[in-house]
């Protein structure tokens, strides 16, 4: 298996393993797989660092019953992947429905010898306008 392979198997099985650990709301493997200074867009525009982000799962307020992390597409660029893929999930924020799907654009980093997310950003996927 080539660097190039190797580098991109990595990428890919640390978004199953963020994917999985949102779903269970599992804070540690949240903390190690976002890098220190990630950074976050939402479904809705606003812009989270990783504390901000991870503070809705700690505290309870964002509850997410489904997660699938589907179709990530990779591409490296040396130290750095950009991964788009598509994420549904069936959740609640402070009771309130926020369910969805969303096109999700990754930035992941070769941190040392692992790789980490740096950023993150969801765009809810809607049909073209005039269907």
């Known amino acids: 298996m ?3 392979e190797t580098a991109a198997r990595q990428v890919l099985e640390l978004g199953e393993r963020w994917a999985a650990a949102e779903l269970r709301a599992d804070i540690g493997t949240l903390d190690d797989v976002l890098h ?3 950074m976050g867009v939402g479904p ?3 812009v989270l660092d990783k504390r901000a982000w991870l503070g ?3 505290a309870g ?3 997410i019953s489904s997660f699938a992390w589907r179709e990530p597409d990779v591409r490296l660029l040396g130290d750095t992947a950009l991964v788009i893929g598509v994420q549904e999930q069936r959740a609640t924020y402070r009771d309130q429905d926020a369910d969805g799907r969303f096109r999700v654009t ?3 980093v070769r941190d040392g010898d692992r790789w980490r997310i740096a950023g993150m950003h969801l765009s ?3 049909a ?3 269907r």
């Open 56 to 58: 809705p799962r700690q």
């Open 61 to 63: 307020d964002l509850r």
């Open 2 to 4: 080539s660097q190039n």
């Open 36 to 38: 220190e200074r990630f």
């Open 106 to 108: 990754q930035v992941v």
């Open 44 to 46: 809705l525009g606003f």
């Open 124 to 126: 809810p996927i809607m």
């Open 128 to 130: 073209p306008p005039g």
